[in-house]
Nanobody, 120 residues
Framework: QVHLVESGGGSVQSGGSLRLSCAAS????????MAWFRQAPGKEREGVAF???????RYVDSVKGRFTISRDTAKNTLYLQMNSLKPEDTAMYYC??????????????WGQGTQVTVSS
């Protein structure tokens, strides 16, 4: 079992930056794939960034070059550095563990979410 808690969301102006964190508790954290998803009002949840156990990463096209996913296994923490934020990045952001890339239904563990709001 893995318990996930996100933090770091907030309100920022367009062009600004935020860093989201996802603290994981439980065993075998380092053996799990991890991902960030987001859901904007009225839209389906979408995968944003994925990191494998070997450190390889994958991003949705809309955030490539602006977002960076990373993990600190010593601290059991997942991060999402978000730069050059745009109003369309406004959403509730969730971290998830133990799934396959951006296939939402494959993820067994989810955090409660942290809100990111970007104003123009």
């Amino acid at each position: 079992q893995v318990h996930l808690v996100e933090s770091g969301g907030g309100s920022v102006q367009s062009g600004g930056s935020l860093r989201l964190s996802c603290a994981a508790s439980g065993s075998a954290y380092s053996t799990y794939t991890m991902a960030w998803f987001r859901q904007a009002p009225g839209k389906e949840r979408e995968g944003v960034a994925f990191i494998n156990t070997d450190g390889s990463t994958r991003y949705v096209d809309s955030v490539k070059g602006r977002f960076t996913i990373s993990r600190d296994t010593a601290k059991n923490t997942l991060y999402l550095q978000m730069n050059s934020l745009k109003p369309e990045d406004t959403a509730m952001y969730y971290c998830a563990a133990a799934g396959s890339y951006f296939v939402e239904r494959t993820y067994n563990f989810w955090g409660q979410g942290t809100q990111v709001t970007v104003s123009s």
